[in-house]
């Protein structure tokens, strides 16, 4: 059986909550895990025992902001709202809406012929850190504006799709 190589460029990132930062994802990254251990002293040397707990990191992307910064807003207002930042009116509407307070979130990874291959699962996702956005007009092509979002999570899986 032929293999190929993964590619960097072939995913998807989907979250029914943030249809335009799903549109204008740029990069994102599988979280990386580990795990501890356990060290016993003997009298020649200190031997190690496997950990009984995974830590997953924290699940980051980079999206290209829209013009009227839809795809920013999305993520500004549900850490606004998760934080009561302004009302507690805020927090008791994010929790009774069709999402609750956290979302599941869902990395399509594609083949070499742009079909979904493996879907990575994040359980329970929730946007922690949203990055400056920057304006400059010394610039001398025109790069677009990015921004990057940082979520935690309550572990994720990674399946594969179809055979």
């Known amino acids: 059986?032929?293999?190929?190589?993964?590619?960097?460029?072939?995913?998807?990132?989907?979250?029914?909550?943030?249809?335009?930062?799903?549109?204008?994802?740029?990069?994102?990254?599988?979280?990386?895990?580990?795990?501890?251990?356990?060290?016993?002293?003997?009298?020649?040397?200190?031997?190690?025992?496997?950990g009984d707990k995974l830590n997953h990191e924290s699940f980051s992307i980079t999206i290209r902001v829209d013009e009227y910064m839809e795809s920013y807003n999305e993520i500004y207002n549900w850490m606004v709202a998760l934080t009561k930042n302004e009302s507690y009116s805020q927090f008791a509407d994010l929790k009774a809406s069709e999402y609750g307070l956290y979302s599941d979130a869902s990395l399509v990874v594609l083949n070499s012929r742009q079909n979904p291959a493996l879907e990575v699962t994040l359980k329970d996702v929730f946007p922690v850190s949203l990055s400056e956005i920057r304006f400059d007009t010394t610039q001398s092509s025109i790069n677009f504006v990015t921004c990057d979002i940082t979520f935690e999570h309550n572990g994720h899986t990674v399946n594969r799709i179809g055979s």
């Open 1 to 50: 059986m032929q293999q190929n190589f993964l590619s960097p460029t072939g995913f998807r990132f989907i979250v029914k909550r943030l249809p335009n930062v799903s549109f204008y994802v740029q990069s994102a990254s599988i979280p990386g895990i580990n795990m501890g251990f356990t060290p016993t002293a003997t009298p020649f040397k200190t031997l190690k025992s496997a």
